[in-house]
């Protein structure tokens, strides 16, 4: 059982990508599982949700919060997706073989320096990346996935390790050549919507049959 969980806040994603996201796990998750997204505006939003505290942060930063290890959530295990991640095609393999790590994307142009913060998962209270946070003002660079390489101890795991050809990126493995995988990530530009293919596809266009 897990907790999948997302995070709306401000404009620069609207509740489209939390109900397109929310349609694409319960099309493609099987198994015992819960669904939030804080937010600080649930508006339209049709997908279970949770007030976002008020925390004076901007942007990414938000994202820290979620490691806060009183975070409203029911079960032990914590999947975070990141609103421009479109879920493919179903992951309940992907769920069932997680180990008690802490998982989160190689950066998809420098594999070997860079971390990705937009798909992460991690036991519930088993993490002080928050506490650490809210304690130091030392903000490396690259927002809150440098703070997260800055200072997260081992054991990590990384997906594209784990979950090779479920795990991929839109513009290196999706667009360039032509791989299929279970969750497709998007960085930068274009955002998900802005590909009629995919968006009609998988997000919010997507009809209901």
Known sequence: MISIICLKWGTLYNEEYVNSLYKGIQRNVTIPHEFICFSEDATNVVAPCKSLPELNLTGWWNKMWLFNKELPVKYERILYIDLDTVILNNIDNILLNLTDDFYILRDFY??????????????????????????TSHRPGHGDQGFIQAYK?????????????????????????????????????????????????????????
């Open 110 to 135: 420098k594999p070997t320096k860079g971390w990705g913060s937009g798909l992460m998962s991690w036991k519930a209270g088993n993490e002080n990346l928050w506490e650490k946070f809210i304690s």
């Open 153 to 209: 101890k081992e054991p990590v795991t990384f997906w594209q390790d784990a979950f090779p050809n479920d795990v991929i990126s839109y513009k290196v493995h999706y667009l360039k050549e032509q791989q299929d995988g279970k969750i497709l990530c998007f960085h930068g530009k274009p955002r998900p919507h802005e590909v009629p293919s995919i968006w009609q596809k998988y997000g919010a266009l997507q009809k209901e049959t």
